[in-house]
């Protein structure tokens, strides 16, 4: 199936820990991104790459630190979790074009973070 | 600042019944503007796409329009079913390359 998946799906894990979540996609697009969905169900961009390249970085605390190993992939890696880090984390994909819009953006189904 | 605003946060309508969800944005330079729908516990589904140079975008019982101008973008959707209830997203890209989501709405269907 053409899709983003993003693995786990569900993360429970204690305070302190170090944790990662991945992502793939088999689309062809060359523009990965992480989202947060908070408890009132917000989403909020973390981070997008373009071709491995970091183009949006938003404040975010650094510990989460993405990696891009080729277009196809991008992996989130959150150290020292806090209770504040449960969440619902997304990550999708898009074209982007020279012009620096983007086609349709595509979601995977998410991976739900809960730090005891 | 660059906002996304869906009101209301919740609607309720009879089954067959046309309705529209509302979005509106505050800065008219835009790339493009995205409809989503998140069913509980799911990841979001793209429902439409409108770039800034076109006006609406048709796909079966939906209708997205987009009013630069006026900073609106409407979701029309035509004889609503129960398997229509989700929590519908719009998201705008904005100039410096951002997709900025609404708060949603979440849309119920009465049977």
């Known amino acids: 199936d053409t899709a983003v998946s993003q693995t786990p799906k569900y993360l429970v894990t204690q305070m302190g820990n170090d944790k990662s979540i991945k992502c793939e996609q088999n689309?062809?697009?060359?523009?990965m991104y992480w989202y947060k969905q908070d408890s009132k169900k917000f989403l909020k961009i973390m981070f997008s790459?373009?071709?491995?390249?970091?183009?949006i970085n938003e404040t975010v605390p650094n510990r989460f630190s993405p990696k891009s190993p080729d277009k196809a992939h991008l992996n989130l890696h959150i150290n020292s979790l806090e209770l504040g880090d449960s969440a619902v984390y997304f990550c999708?994909?898009?074209?982007?074009?020279?012009?620096?819009?983007?086609?349709?953006?595509?979601f995977g189904e998410g991976s739900r973070l809960t730090v005891l | 600042k660059q906002e996304v605003t869906q009101i209301p946060a919740a609607l309720s309508v009879p089954e067959g019944e046309n309705l529209v969800l509302n979005c509106s944005f505050t800065?008219?330079?835009?790339?493009?503007l995205q409809w989503f729908r998140q069913d509980p516990g799911k990841g979001l589904t793209s429902l439409l796409l409108?770039?800034?140079?076109?006006r609406e975008q048709t796909s079966g019982r939906l209708n997205a329009s987009l009013d630069k101008s006026s900073g609106r973008s409407t979701l029309y959707i035509a004889a609503s079913q129960p398997g229509d209830s989700a929590t519908y997203l719009c998201?705008?890209?904005?100039?410096?390359?951002?997709?900025?989501f609404g708060t949603g709405t979440r849309l119920t269907i009465i049977p």
């Open positions: 999708a994909s898009s074209q982007r074009w020279a012009s620096g819009n983007t086609g349709e953006l595509f």
């Open positions: 689309l062809g697009h060359d523009t």
């Open positions: 790459y373009n071709n491995k390249e970091l183009i």
């Open positions: 800065d008219s330079a835009i790339y493009n």
């Open positions: 409108i770039q800034s140079s076109q």
């Open positions: 998201a705008v890209k904005f100039g410096n390359e951002k997709l900025t």
